[in-house]
């Protein structure tokens, strides 16, 4: 039985680069803020998107949609704190 992760991620993807490839996906990576897993993860589906697949979108529309309420409750509890 596969271990669920806490973001429900149970699956995995072995993909082979170069040195200079891994090198190049790190350094994007770190300059986004995001974690090689997420940025790989990020550039495919966005790529499935943008070619007009569907799933993809709504994956992308969910992790939007998803941030969106997490910055709108942090924003609001920040007001909240503020009114106090």
Do not use: Y
Not at 10 to 36: F, H, Q, S, Y
Not at 60 to 75: E, Q
Request: hydrophobic share 40%.
């Amino acid at each position: 039985m596969k271990k669920e992760t806490e973001s429900g991620r149970t699956e995995n993807i072995m993909v082979r680069v170069t040195p200079r490839e891994k090198a190049l996906i790190a350094k994007c990576a770190e300059d986004e803020g995001w974690g090689i897993s997420e940025f790989m993860r990020g550039a495919a589906i966005m790529d499935m998107a943008l070619s007009g697949n569907v799933e993809a979108m709504k994956i992308i529309f969910s992790a939007v949609g998803t941030h969106l309420r997490d910055k709108l409750n942090l924003r609001n509890s920040a007001r909240k704190g503020e009114q106090l």
